[in-house]
């Protein structure tokens, strides 16, 4: 697992499973279930250099849609509606990606 070490595999796995359905993934809700929002910026950020598939820097719209799946593969990937809702709370200068810091904030929020 991509986040050994970091997230225990019980709460991605129950994460996972409340947003089985399509349009049914809260961030916010997923950031909690899995244990994000109480990790030091650090952590999050290594969190985020596995999330960033390209290694760009960013983490992109295209990225974005395999979310889920990169906590636990044969996860369903977001519908577009999930997509643009999660990059929108995440893209604080509106430039169309989410850097670290906004992924960190983010994940506080």
Do not use: W
Request: hydrophobic share 40%.
């Amino acid at each position: 697992m991509a986040f050994a070490g970091i997230l225990e595999k019980e709460d991605i796995e129950t994460a996972i499973e409340t947003c089985q359905a399509p349009d049914t993934f809260d961030h916010k809700a997923f950031f909690a279930q899995v244990g994000l929002t109480t990790k030091p910026a650090e952590e999050l950020k290594k969190i985020f250099a596995v999330l960033d598939q390209d290694k760009s820097g960013y983490i992109e719209e295209t990225e974005l849609k395999f979310f889920l799946q990169n906590f636990q593969a044969g996860a369903r990937v977001l519908t577009d509606k999930e997509n643009k809702t999660l990059l929108t709370a995440g893209d604080a200068d509106a430039d169309g990606k989410m850097g670290p810091d906004e992924f960190v904030a983010l994940v506080k929020s």
